[in-house]
């Protein structure tokens, strides 16, 4: 619904021309009419031309004229269309400008002027998402939610490190925007060069601001960003000793810990990966992925006892960890033992 007496504005031409778009994205047709006059219907009808298809006002107005020569459009809002196509230029060129690749397929934009086809132009798969509330994003293939209020914790900076990681195994790529602030964004990226790219907080930090130097980083998140590579840098140097074989093949690491120069180490073939998050390991030949919230089923107590049983049975063996806890990846162990 499109209130008539405020119907000729930006926002509602925006309304109209996304709503069509995301109707025909789902295969359905649209139909638009106007108490006041079929005319108003049409002149309405133009914003998704010109937003999706990129076609004028005139063009678009000369089509409907041509196809509809009776009906007399309504010049008002063909004036304030004209307008709002302009700004919608200006919005496009200054878009592209503005997302940047920070790191190699981690991408920055304002969360104000991210567009369905500045997301589109810029190949973007994996859109992080920090805000209040979730906004739908359709362009993206993936919408992965942070909280603002809750953004710079330990939890999150493993969800956004391992979704872009993820993404990029994938050849994709990921965009970080914020609510509140581009500076806040750019700061949560490091997360992902710090865990999968053995950078320090400190040099990823001066490379954003020297790509971006009017983005001020987000001070209280470098500081908790600091404590957190420390804590990984820490559990992977214990995580090299702490890889143990609890059953003849089948080995349990904290999650934390557990690295590509660890699997490699331990001659690890399989990872049963217990988690929200696939893990991104290049050295195991197979990462199983366990869902974490449903890991204590009959079927998962099956599959993790078949995947180890097979993996011993090819001459490998298979390392089983889990993101909540490494007490409940041992239990988890147990149905090899019981089964075999």
């Not at 041509?66 to 309504?74: M, N, R």
């Not at 490379?207 to 804590?231: F, G, R, Y």
Request: charged letters at 25%.
């Amino acid at each position: 619904h499109i209130e008539l007496d405020e119907a000729a504005t930006e926002e509602n031409f925006n309304k109209i021309a996304d709503k069509v778009s995301n109707t025909r994205k789902e295969g359905g047709n649209t139909l638009i009419r106007c108490v006041e006059s079929t005319e108003l219907a049409a002149t309405l009808a133009i914003p998704y031309a010109v937003k999706y298809e990129g076609i004028s006002v005139n063009d678009a107005a000369k089509s409907i004229s041509q196809q509809k020569p009776g009906a007399e459009l309504d010049h008002e809002t063909l004036i304030k269309l004209s307008v709002w196509e302009r700004n919608l230029e200006e919005e496009s060129i200054a878009m592209k400008e503005e997302v940047t690749e920070i790191f190699p397929g981690l991408n920055l934009a304002s969360f104000h002027t991210l567009s369905e086809s500045s997301i589109v132009d810029h190949g973007i798969d994996t859109v992080i998402e920090v805000s209040h509330e979730l906004i739908d994003i359709p362009a993206a293939n993936t919408v992965l939610h942070i909280e603002l209020d809750e953004a710079a914790t330990e939890d999150n900076f493993n969800k956004i490190a391992d979704k872009v990681a993820n993404t990029k195994k994938e050849g994709g790529q990921t965009l970080i925007c914020c609510e509140e602030s581009t500076g806040l964004a750019a700061t949560l990226a490091i997360a992902y060069v710090v865990k999968y790219e053995g950078n320090s907080v400190n040099d990823a930090a001066k490379s954003i601001s020297q790509q971006k130097p009017q983005e001020e980083l987000d001070q209280d998140t470098l500081i908790k960003l600091s404590a957190w590579e420390m804590k990984i840098k820490e559990e992977r140097i214990a995580g090299i000793e702490e890889v143990t074989e609890i059953f003849p093949g089948l080995h349990l690491a904290s999650f934390l810990t557990l690295s590509d120069n660890c699997i490699s180490k331990h001659g690890i073939d399989t990872v049963i990966d217990v988690s929200n998050e696939v893990l991104d390991l290049p050295a195991a030949n197979t990462v199983m992925h366990i869902k974490l919230d449903e890991a204590a089923t009959e079927d998962n107590f099956n599959i993790i006892a078949d995947k180890i049983a097979n993996t011993w049975k090819d001459g490998g063996k298979t390392l089983i960890c889990c993101e909540e806890s490494t007490g409940l990846a041992a239990t988890l162990a147990i149905a090899y033992a019981v089964k075999y």
